[in-house]
């Protein structure tokens, strides 16, 4: 990877930690955590139901067991699988050092900082 490339990436990783929901160049908006914004983007309002149901009888509404219990949920599950999928992929030497020279910081402290 050329040194131009690296500080693309670098740049784009920048942007990501200062703005995340940036990339997304406006296909979503009001969710201030990416994994809550991918969950939106990757899953229907009934999928997400679907997968963490809404407990009988509630008096909590539909829509704000979604908004405070169920969508929640399922970005926490999106970030635990992403960082065990990192954690796998970036255990290989040489691409924890790509990474390190990509983020400004190590593979093992940006995933305890996400896995947070």
Do not use: C
């Not at 009888?57 to 539909?62: D, L, V």
């Not at 929640?72 to 699988?81: E, F, G, I, N, T």
């Amino acid at each position: 990877m050329g040194d131009t490339q690296v500080s693309e990436l670098r740049a784009l990783s920048e942007k990501a930690k200062e703005e995340p929901l940036s990339l997304f160049k406006g296909a979503i908006s009001g969710y201030s955590d990416l994994f809550l914004a991918v969950a939106v983007l990757l899953y229907t309002r009934k999928t997400i139901l679907e997968i963490v149901p809404r407990p009988y009888p509630t008096e909590i509404s539909k829509s704000d067991w979604f908004r405070n219990h169920a969508l929640p949920a399922v970005a926490k599950q999106l970030r635990a699988m992403t960082v065990v999928d990192m954690a796998r992929f970036y255990r290989i030497e040489e691409r924890s050092a790509t990474f390190a020279a990509i983020a400004g910081e190590s593979s093992h402290d940006y995933l305890e900082r996400l896995a947070k």
